[in-house]
């Protein structure tokens, strides 16, 4: 860590700029909806017919997650902002706690265009470093807190990041030493049994660490009442977040998301669902990836509504949180629902508050959609989305259902919304015919005009400001999306194409599996053979060749997998996505 004076963020990576606003790497997002011809069938959006007139309205967002918290500070000053076991926080009091965060970065130097990174569990503190990093003029860089020492150090040297925000323990074993070298010159630790006093000890299992000579406390700073720093202006065009994708693939890389894309779909979850204002959202989803940051934290503040928190994900936890909240809204990736219906106390009660329940950042079994409504009343709205365009692009409207594709059997991810195209391009980038299968590109106000510092990555990934998101998928005439798979997974086996996630769909059909991933392994005669790791729902058994033959009977013999490994459990990003790369790697 360097020390303060040097105040490197300005000059520690020159060829960056230090105001990232949108068009500092690539091409500003343009205001028109498609560049395609006005004959092309996506063009025409086929799915503005499924949806109702207020998803068709135009919507005016504000400029920026602050001032949409600000305006709700205004109207319901009392109201609580942040439930965190048996803490409340109301917004008054989240937004003077964040002026005095924010106070202090700016006395420490931050200013508008540098980067804080915030590297913290969902806990009142999170939003609190969010907001007042905000207030200062700065870019937040979400890490996830799973990260080890190489991966933070990464992404603090690529981003410049002069702040830090963590976790006490964490600073204190690896995170100093994995800021040091980098432009980080301000730390922030927190403790996860601050802003409550339930102290629950499935999740909360650490005392009090001492605290470091060299950072701040965040609550005692939030507390000390430190004045605010003049309004830095921000605009819906500058930077918000540079959002570090998963690294499922390959090494992360951080995508811009404007003030502005948060915005537009945090205000478009908001009109698009039947939450009322004030209402209650569960975040299910980490904060720190970008399905929380915009369905759960900037849609709850466009809505003026409580944002409940729990820490991170344990099954028993977050169905208790669900009875002392009664949320009506959350977000979450298919295995954290899977996880809660496996639990041994989970009840339909748990889930009769919610008005909308929605899964975003990985598959969807059709079959754990029926597996759920069935036990617990519920029906799962299937999303799609990802970092490059600030969470959703797609989504099933509330008044309707997503129909099942006959031939795959794969589940619709949703309807596009009105100020967005996409459109299904084949290898040559040329528009396929509706109901066929090519790669998924995506225009509208919520794509990221690029990739911090990364400008062949970003002309490759966004030609003309398009995102080609290299997922293959299609869309049926009324306009619902399809996802198949993503194009790197696809398996060949003696020549034919195998999507891992249509044999993943059967196996989860078999009432023993609760979590399955497909990989295509060596194969001295295939080329590639499939192989499909399991983990089994609590107490199910079942042999490997039970599940190879259940596949054999319901799809093509070049499909079915050959091999079948049964794991306890299945490695996945904190997001909740399996991590088919290391199972890859397992062999």
């Known amino acids: ?39 092309s069938p996506y063009a ?56 005095s965060v924010a106070g ?13 990174a915030v590297m913290l569990q969902n806990t009142p503190h ?16 979400p890490l996830n807190p799973m990260y080890k020492s190489g991966e933070v150090g990464h992404i603090l040297r690529d981003s410049g990041a002069a702040a ?28 996860d049994l601050d802003f409550q006093t339930r102290n629950d000890q499935r999740v909360l299992t650490h005392g009090r660490e001492p605290q470091a000579a060299d950072a701040a406390d965040l609550t005692a700073v939030a507390r000390r009442g430190h004045p605010a720093p003049p309004d830095p202006h921000l605009t819906a065009a500058d930077t918000a977040l540079i959002s570090y994708t998963s690294g499922t693939s390959g090494t992360p890389k951080g995508a811009m998301n404007p003030h502005g894309a948060l915005t537009y779909n945090a205000v478009r979850q908001v009109t698009g669902h039947p939450v009322p204002e004030g209402a209650t959202y569960f975040a299910l989803a980490p904060l720190f990836h970008i399905t929380g940051m915009v369905c759960e934290l900037a849609a709850c503040f466009a809505n003026a509504g409580t944002l409940a928190l729990a ?21 979450g990736p298919a295995t ?7 639990h041994p106390g989970v009840t339909p009660g748990h889930f009769a508050s919610f008005q909308v329940i929605s899964s975003g950042g990985a598959p969807l079994p059709p079959a754990l959609v029926e597996r759920l409504r069935g036990a617990f009343g519920f029906y799962l709205r299937n999303g799609y989305g990802l970092t490059e365009c600030t969470a959703p692009c797609a989504s099933v409207p509330p008044h309707l259902e997503a129909p099942v594709d006959p031939a795959s059997g794969t589940l619709s991810v949703g309807l596009p919304g009105a100020d967005t195209v996409v459109r299904i391009l084949d290898e040559q980038g040329a528009e396929v015919p509706i109901g066929e299968s090519g790669e998924i590109a995506v225009r509208g106000p919520q794509v990221v005009p690029g990739y911090w510092g990364l400008p062949a990555d970003t002309a490759k990934a966004f030609p003309a400001g398009e995102l080609h998101t290299g997922d293959v998928g299609f869309m049926d005439a009324d306009g619902w999306l399809y996802v198949v798979d993503r194009k790197k997974d696809m398996i060949n086996a003696s020549g034919f194409k195998v999507w891992p996630r249509e044999v993943e769909d059967v196996l989860y059909s078999h009432p023993a599996v609760r ?34 033959a259940y596949c054999a009977e319901r799809i093509a013999a070049y499909k079915y997998p050959r091999q079948v490994e049964i794991l306890p459990v299945l490695p996945k990003t904190t997001s909740g996505k399996i991590l088919r790369r290391e199972l890859r790697e397992r062999g």
């Open 515 to 548: 979590e399955a991933a497909v990989v295509g392994v060596p194969d001295p005669y295939r080329g590639e053979s499939v192989k499909a790791y399991v983990s089994l729902r609590p107490g199910a058994r079942v042999e490997p060749a039970e599940l190879s």
């Open 336 to 342: 954290a629902f899977m996880a809660l219906a496996a």
């Open 311 to 331: 820490h991170r994900f344990e099954p028993g936890v977050v169905l208790d949180a669900f009875a002392e909240h009664r949320p009506a809204y959350t977000v």
């Open 104 to 116: 202090h970065l700016a006395a420490r130097g931050i200013a508008r265009g540098d980067r804080v």
């Open 1 to 39: 860590m360097t020390p303060p004076s040097a105040n490197p963020s300005r000059s520690a990576n020159p060829s960056r700029s230090a105001n990232p606003s949108p068009s500092s790497a690539s091409p500003s997002v343009s205001a028109s909806p498609s560049t395609s011809p006005s004959d």
């Open 44 to 99: 025409a959006k086929p799915w503005l017919g499924l949806l109702t007139p207020a998803q068709r309205a135009p919507v005016t967002p504000p400029p920026t997650v602050l001032h949409a918290f600000r305006e709700a500070v205004t109207r319901a000053p009392e109201r609580t902002a942040l439930a965190y076991f048996d803490g409340r926080t109301g917004y008054a009091e989240a937004d003077a706690l964040s002026d």
């Open 126 to 141: 999170f939003v609190l470093a969010v907001l007042a990093a905000w207030k200062a003029g700065a870019v937040v860089v």
């Open 164 to 191: 830090l925000v963590c976790d006490a323990r964490a600073w204190a074993a690896y995170l100093r030493e994995a800021a040091t070298g980098t432009a980080v010159h301000t730390a922030l630790t927190a403790c």
